[in-house]
């Protein structure tokens, strides 16, 4: 399997950490063989070899200098490729595109996939921004050519919340679905039931790096909502667009909050949450009261859960990481896995 | 695809129920038309028909008189095959294998697999002797004979714990499982923290039909040591014996010991526990103190879980049913859905 991926931030480099340490069990245990052929970033550089790349020296590189102007010259090694000539024109098999997630337009990703279903190239991503807001366009282009997109990385990273929903539960009819699926919000409501007010929690949280600089996104729901066009698109096959969820941050909750909650017996978490109804699909986002005996709410610090609601089998509850390095880097791994699997 | 049932106690009567309700679905939007050929039971009486028989009349007939005697008459209909040759000589595609379990022996589970597999069969069976007693030996068979072998409802029932570890965590190394997969334990440890007596809380088990007459296999911890036996061979991939495994069940807990957990910020789970060591596999059953703040600890009543200890991802945990008639149903139902995909 030839890989080219696009984007070389966190995520990429995640994935090529794990190609360097787990590259000899993968042939083993797995038979997947996965050659990086290009890498390419806009701006940290892009190198192309017909022949493969070397995965420790591209994290070399990127570690000793920021960039892959430092990868080691080497005869036939093409540099300074764009991103879009890379899918095009390299003979990767697989695209892995890993360029920064856009709520609002998708891009440049959605044509970083567009390109790639079109000039036959199966692709794995763990960006949001084309699955929430490009499902059904970008997956009837892939059914078209016979290609596979991998996906699993969208919604919890490498915690399997998609395979979950659509293959291990096909059969059950969903009837809903309801998730902690930002770990910031859930880190600081767990640091607020120790006792931290809300700003004391947020400022602790951009300490550890679990929140932005400015970290709208995160407490007042909009990642969390991005992952419910994922869902609504993915699960339920009905998309929805932004303005048809209703949203609501944590950013209101006071101590006193907390404590009325505990004195309850429940506990605040930030629930994102689809229900089926007659006419399609009721979407939102807010905080709300969950009982003890809940599994939703055991989930603590940055950790993310996913309940599916069914006929068969009433709720199953996955819980597992919802970021990190290695825990996306594993996302785009478990989907080269499966386009093994199916095209062998 | 034509299936045979064998053995028509409450799982099998689950799927039959689910293909009664939900046939239509299934053809619609999974592509799968499921035929049911032949019911064989060794004591309810066995009817076959080439052409298919009705699930309607075959629900109808036990509930009504307890036998498929008296399922309707009609040209063709054989009646009074045995389960031997109802695999063997029926036309069958696929044989579900429902009878009793039996973890001394695995029979007569084990003969009808490997009957199967010699007839060029695929089996899908939520029986836990077979998988926990002769694992390799019948999955050598079914991969010699290029056939499948569908065995997720042997552990939690519908709830996909093996489809997690095998398949979805593919390319993380598992160090560990751990779970609570026993729900009569659970749900009397459970009713011990609202306050009854061990006494009490298996009375109303039994009432509930949770527990048995004779609890034995339940409370001792035999039956989370046969799904223990069945996590080694197949997510191990390393069988083991029931004497290699430690073994402790719940009745010498008292309510004493579950206020001194509670004072600790604990909660006493049985705890069934597989752990990668460098010359194989270590297990036991044993009552633990859990942290409120693990997953584990916030599953309560009959529910069951298990926690993945990987590489990649760190823990990643499913909760959901372990037990019922349509739950255990439906994970016949999803093997059925995974040879369908597969063999497409």
């Known amino acids: 399997m030839r890989i080219a991926i696009i984007g070389f931030g966190v995520v990429g480099q ?10 000899e069990i993968l042939r083993q245990q797995d038979g997947l063989d996965i050659q990086i052929v290009a890498v390419c970033d806009t701006v940290k550089g892009s190198v192309y070899h017909p022949q493969g790349l070397d995965a420790k020296l591209l994290l070399q590189a990127i570690q000793s200098t920021g960039s892959l102007d430092s990868y080691p010259e080497s005869a036939g090694l093409v540099r300074g490729r764009d991103s879009v000539s890379t899918i095009r024109d390299t003979d990767a098999d697989v695209i892995v595109e890993a360029t920064w997630t856009n709520l609002e337009t998708g891009e440049p990703a959605i044509t970083h996939i ?19 807001l490009a499902y059904k366009e970008l997956k009837s282009l892939a059914d078209a050519g016979g290609l596979l997109w991998g996906i699993e990385g969208t919604v919890m990273s490498g915690t399997p919340a998609l395979r979950l929903g659509t293959t291990a539960l096909a059969g059950c009819t969903i009837q809903a679905v309801r998730g902690i699926l930002n770990g910031t919000t859930n880190f600081i409501l767990t640091r607020m039931e120790d006792g931290a007010t ?23 729901g909009y990642d969390a909502l991005g992952k419910l066009l994922i869902l609504a698109a993915v699960v339920f096959d009905h998309p929805i667009t932004a303005h048809q969820v209703s949203r609501q941050g944590i950013t209101h909750l006071t101590p ?16 994102a949450e689809l229900q089926r109804t007659d006419d399609g699909v009721q ?6 009261m969950i009982d003890l005996a ?20 009433g709720e199953v509850t996955l819980v597992g990481p ?13 989907d080269l896995l499966e386009i093994h699997r199916i095209s062998a």
């Open 114 to 132: 567009r390109t790639a279903f079109h000039a036959g190239k199966h692709v794995v991503t763990s960006n949001k921004g084309p699955v929430a």
């Open 256 to 271: 006193q909050d907390i404590q009325h909650a505990r004195a309850q017996g429940k506990r605040w978490k930030l629930i």
């Open 322 to 334: 919802g970021a990190g390095r290695r825990e996306t880097g594993f996302a785009l791994l478990s």
């Open 283 to 288: 979407a939102r986002v807010a905080p709300q």
């Open 14 to 23: 995640g994935l090529v950490e794990i190609m360097r340490d787990k590259g």
């Open 198 to 220: 809300y700003t004391e929690a947020l400022a602790e949280a951009q300490r550890l790096g679990y929140a932005e600089a400015d970290p709208t996104a995160d407490v007042e």
């Open 294 to 313: 809940h599994p939703l709410a055991g989930v603590s610090g940055a950790t993310n859960a996913i309940t599916y609601v069914t006929d068969l089998l």
